[in-house]
């Protein structure tokens, strides 16, 4: 059974900073990408990053590019959001999810970065100003 923990959300400053953390089990790490996004209350669901084993690639919008960065450990099966300069409109519930392809390359060349086979309950991020 796929299982995605998502955890590290809270409160946090305009400015400030959090680390997301994502663990990952029921699958070989390595063989898909690992991706986040964000739904806020009463908007779309955003794609923010994506990270890829097979070619170490990786993917940010453009709203977090800059700020927020993705890693994975594989020794933890762990993929990780460090998100930096906080603003307002990044609050929103986090979720980390599988990608379909093992390489963010691959999947923005498909345009599938978007589409997901698991994803975990999500991690609540709040910032306020």
């Known amino acids: 059974e796929v299982q995605l923990v998502e955890s590290g959300g809270g409160l946090v400053q305009a400015g400030g900073s959090l680390i997301l953390s994502c663990a990952a089990s029921?699958?070989?790490?390595?063989?898909?990408?690992m991706g986040w996004f964000r739904q806020a209350p009463g908007k779309e669901r955003e794609d923010l990053s994506c990270?890829?084993?097979?070619?170490?690639?990786?993917y940010y919008a453009d709203s977090v590019k800059g700020r927020f960065t993705i890693s994975s450990d594989s020794a933890k099966s762990s993929v990780y959001l460090q998100m930096n300069s906080l603003k307002p409109e990044d609050t929103a519930v986090y979720y980390c999810?599988?990608?379909?392809?093992?390489?963010?390359?691959?999947?923005?060349?498909?345009?599938?970065?978007?589409?997901?086979?698991?994803w975990g309950q999500g991690t609540q991020v709040t910032v306020s100003s």
């Open positions: 999810a599988t990608l379909r392809t093992p390489s963010c390359t691959t999947a923005e060349a498909m345009d599938v970065l978007d589409e997901y086979d698991y």
């Open positions: 990270i890829g084993p097979s070619d170490d690639s990786t």
């Open positions: 029921g699958f070989t790490f390595g063989d898909v990408a």
